[in-house]
């Protein structure tokens, strides 16, 4: 069962204790934007069979959003990081990339 | 290829079965082919059929990177209906389900289709309403399906418990011509025909990447070394995003871990299908007498082919309360796939960015029922370049907002 640590609460909780939300960092395109942009945003995902910035809820718990880092490949968990951020921590970034010499990094 | 017959059964019995002869070849990959389809699985297997069947186009290749029928395919819990809301949706899954009445005599295989009924139970006003629309719905496409009381739901599945009391029994949408039919050979009779049409079954091989120049297709890099192609289809579930980003572009696509289990064999207890949306299992036996039983997809991208285990508690829960027999069975075994999700719920059979290469993917939880439907409709896309089976899957859907709308009618995982 996957574990993440809540960085809103501190707490370490599992999966039934949280609400998945799908890819992290997704830049919004709202009325205005072109038919792509919308799309991109609405629908084309990296879905990558490795490191995946992803968005969690702490559902039953404190109710805040953040943000995991995690292996979709091996479901090993990186870290977890504040919502209120527009991309990783760049120390989150160092340990993947540690653990994943061959990763091509963010993006 | 010799043919399957009740004579051949005979002959071999008296010559100690020495003269069977292999199913398929395994051979070394050429150094180019008018199609490669990457991926052999169900989807995968028939559209090289129906490309050969229909089309004449037997210069094929299909590369697999684990074994034949590995994938979703050898994974799935068998349940065939077409009972879907949306018409494109009853014209595909009906052509699939029409095509499985033939498949085994089609195939000169023994698919073990068993069209037993499939019953999805309405367990509250609003699934009642919604399955009652489909099918007034289907009558309208042509797809068999009614709409049955609550009594008649209990003669077809007498261990079912009809009163609740948190969920009871209102009704169902039934289809008589429903059911299931044995996975593996679904995909070992397709890859039988095509082995003998003279295509190109090339397992454990996978593909590493995908050769493009000037917008189109070249051909793919593999661990059996580079192969060319004029034109390429990927039909790989799981995997489409990580083949979609071989060739340079993004899909509409999510990987996400299913699970099914079966519990040890028992006598014959229920002889149809049962899908009880709500809350969230389905039940069927199989041959062997196993109960096998699946549920919901787990919520968060996953690659591993391990699913989480609330889903498990949740359903087995949820069919312990609608099946009461069934609480002191023992599940034998459980395993998951990783299943290829669209946010309408629908499949996509597209041309892509790139020229030469189609994309037959987003089957998600649902599409064993589809491959024969799918083979068809994919091979006259990568024939013709266009299928109507296949026109309203198309990726352009999504930026058009063209959607196909299954998820309120499916409900659950199947
Ligand atoms: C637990 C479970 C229960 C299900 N129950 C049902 C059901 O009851 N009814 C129903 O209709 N559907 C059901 N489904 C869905 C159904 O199994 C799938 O939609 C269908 O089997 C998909 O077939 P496919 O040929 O597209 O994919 P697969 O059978 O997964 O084949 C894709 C193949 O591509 C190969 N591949 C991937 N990457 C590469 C590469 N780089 N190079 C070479 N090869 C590659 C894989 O090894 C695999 O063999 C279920 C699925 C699961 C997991
Ligand atoms: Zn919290």
């Known amino acids: 069962m996957l574990t993440l640590t809540c960085p809103c609460c501190g707490v370490t909780v599992e999966e039934t204790e949280l609400a998945p939300g799908g890819e992290a960092h997704l830049k919004r395109f709202g009325p205005g934007s072109s038919d792509e942009e919308f799309e991109t945003y609405m629908f084309a995902r990296k879905n990558p069979k490795g490191v995946h910035f992803e968005r969690w809820r702490h559902a039953y718990g404190c109710g805040k959003w953040f943000l995991t880092a995690r292996c979709t490949a091996t479901l090993e968990v990186f870290g977890s990081y504040p919502a209120q951020t527009t991309e990783p921590p760049a120390e989150l970034i160092a340990k993947i990339k540690e653990k994943r010499p061959g990763w091509e990094g963010y993006k | 290829m010799r043919r399957y017959s009740i004579f051949a059964v005979a002959r071999e019995a008296l010559r100690y079965h020495s003269g069977w002869e292999k199913a398929w070849a395994s ?50 819990t068998t349940i065939i209906r077409s009972n879907y809301l949306q018409d494109p949706s009853a014209a595909i899954y009906e052509k699939a389900r029409s095509l499985y009445e033939e498949l085994s005599a089609d195939l000169n295989y023994n698919v073990m289709f068993s069209p037993r009924g499939l019953l999805m139970l309405a367990q509250s006003e609003h699934e009642m309403r919604g399955y009652k629309r489909t099918v007034y719905a289907n009558n309208l496409q042509g797809v068999e399906t009614r709409w049955i009381e609550r009594d008649e739901v209990k003669s077809l599945v007498p261990i079912l418990n009809i009163d609740g009391p948190r969920y009871p029994v209102l009704g169902a949408l039934y289809q ?68 979609a980003e071989m060739a340079g572009f993004r899909l509409p696509i999510e990987s996400a871990a299913l699970q099914a289990w079966v519990s040890e064999p028992i006598k014959p207890t229920i002889d149809v299908v049962v899908m009880a949306n709500l809350v969230h299992g389905y039940m069927s036996q199989s041959d062997k007498g196993e109960l096998v039983i699946g549920g919901g997809t787990d919520g968060f991208n996953n690659y591993t082919q391990r699913g989480s285990w609330h889903h498990v508690e949740q359903t087995t829960r949820a069919l312990v309360e609608t099946f009461p027999v069934i609480s002191r069975l023992k599940m034998l075994r459980q395993w998951g796939g990783i299943v290829d999700m669209t946010g309408d719920r629908s499949p996509i059979l597209s041309k892509t960015p790139v020229e030469g290469i189609y994309v037959n993917c987003g089957w998600g939880t649902g599409g064993f029922k589809a491959i024969p439907g799918s083979g068809y409709a994919m091979a006259e896309l990568v024939a013709k370049e266009y299928s109507p089976l296949a026109a309203d899957f198309s990726l352009k859907r999504f930026k058009e907002g063209q959607f196909i709308d299954e998820s309120v009618a499916a409900g659950v995982a199947h």
């Open chain 2, 27 to 76: 051979p070394e990959p050429k150094k180019r082919y008018d199609v490669i389809i990457v991926g052999a699985g169900g989807h995968g297997l028939a559209t090289a059929y129906y490309l050969g069947k229909v089309h004449g186009i037997t210069n094929v290749a299909i590369i697999e990177k684990g074994w034949l029928g590995g994938g979703n395919t050898g994974r799935n």
């Open chain 2, 176 to 243: 008589e011509r429903g059911g299931t039919a044995r996975h593996d050979a679904v995909a070992w009779g397709y890859a039988r025909k095509c082995s003998a049409m003279g295509m190109d079954i090339i397992q454990n091989c996978e593909v590493t990447g995908v050769r493009t120049a000037r917008g189109k297709v070249v051909g793919v890099n593999t661990t059996k070394g580079e192969i060319d192609c004029n034109k390429l289809a990927m039909v790989v579930a799981g995997h489409s995003s990580v083949l």
